[in-house]
């Protein structure tokens, strides 16, 4: 599975319209994403101190658009080259940092759960 951040407005706007699309696709060319591994410091660097955020939960067979993994920071991180299809969400987190501003996987991705949550 395959994790995107964004806002709950960003969030309700793509439902509304049917397909995912953010400002890094316009700007740089794709949407970041990140491995279970890789959510939580993406979201503490990028994101601290922030509520109401969505964790998206994607599952990388169901995409239509291309899926590359890239070096940045020493790692691979995957990158979405279109538009995120909502068919390919198959869990939707509503997300927030802690009362000390960082963030923690939900709790059903700590114990491996595979529940669909929204």
């Excluded at 491995?35 to 990388?60: E, H, K, M, W, Y």
Aim: proline share 4%; net charge negative.
């Amino acid at each position: 599975m395959l994790f995107h951040i964004t806002s709950r407005s960003q969030w309700q706007q793509a439902q509304q319209v049917g397909i995912y699309h953010c400002e890094s696709l316009d700007t740089e060319g794709f949407i970041h994403c990140s491995t279970q591994d890789q959510v939580v410091s993406t979201a503490n660097r990028f994101f601290q101190g922030q509520a109401g955020l969505v964790l998206l939960g994607i599952d990388p067979e169901r995409l239509q658009a291309e899926i590359r993994y890239e070096p940045a920071e020493d790692q691979l991180f995957p990158h979405l080259y279109g538009p995120l299809n909502l068919d390919a969400i198959t869990q939707i987190w509503q997300w927030s940092a802690t009362s000390d501003g960082n963030f923690q996987l939900p709790t059903d991705l700590q114990k491996g759960s595979s529940a669909v949550g929204g």
